[in-house]
């Protein structure tokens, strides 16, 4: 089962920054949070992994909270390209017995 | 890098019949992963392999299926016979075996078994 919970749906104005919530309360301190996103009919797509940091590169940021309980994946311009199901993951970074358990995701619609 | 290449990207079969669905990953990745979405069941993992070795099968769903690994930048994954419940998109990703490192997905295959 997915060790993390998301909102089914949301929905952004293009332009706007698009903010995902993701609860992953029972995440242990050696599993990292990644998010993934998948656009109709095509294959998921990485988008940002984190440990305990805040991260940033070219497609979004993420933010951790201190006790590394929830995160926010933050789309800082939203465009209509990134409407798409969103995937939060914890998944153990140095084991990969354990392998990526991908939940229903959010649905974010980003409207003109 | 061409990214992962799967084949065919779509297959169309009667039930009974064999399918075997292709993937290359990308050159240098030593993990390979067989998923497998539908409506109903979302994106599940179906096996994936190091080194050429498969490692977990345990999301298999039964018998009729089966996948290789017969050399680094070639897998298969295979359904005999096929049944209709077989309709998914199927979805091969690779990896590099470090800590913190991430799987890159391929475009996937669309099965429709009538």
């Known amino acids: 089962d997915a060790k993390t919970t998301q909102p089914t749906s949301m929905d952004c104005a293009e332009g706007r920054a698009a903010n995902l919530p993701c609860n992953h309360s029972t995440i242990s301190g050696n599993e990292y949070v990644y998010w993934y996103r998948q656009i109709h009919s095509q294959g998921p797509q990485y988008i940002i992994h984190g440990l305990k940091n805040n991260e940033t590169n070219e497609m979004a940021s993420l933010i951790i909270t201190e006790d590394r309980k929830s995160s926010t994946l933050i789309l800082p311009h939203a465009t209509l390209r990134d409407t798409a199901v969103y995937y939060c993951?914890?998944?153990?970074?140095?084991?990969?017995?354990?392998?990526?358990?991908f939940g229903p995701g959010t649905r974010l619609s980003v409207l003109p | 890098d061409a990214g992962v290449i799967q084949s065919p990207r779509h297959e169309v079969t009667e039930m009974g019949q064999e399918v075997t669905l292709r993937c290359k990953p990308i050159s240098g990745h030593d993990y390979l992963f067989w998923y497998r979405q539908t409506m109903m069941r979302g994106l599940e993992l179906l096996i994936y392999f190091n080194n050429n070795v498969p490692i977990d099968d345990s999301g298999m769903p039964e018998d009729r299926f089966s996948a290789k690994m017969p050399n680094a930048s070639f897998s298969t994954l295979k359904i005999q016979p096929s049944e209709p419940r077989d309709s998914a998109v199927y979805f091969c990703a690779s990896s590099l075996g470090v800590a913190g490192d991430t799987q890159y997905f391929g475009p996937g295959t669309r099965l429709t078994v009538l």
């Open positions: 993951i914890v998944r153990v970074g140095d084991n990969y017995g354990q392998n990526f358990v």
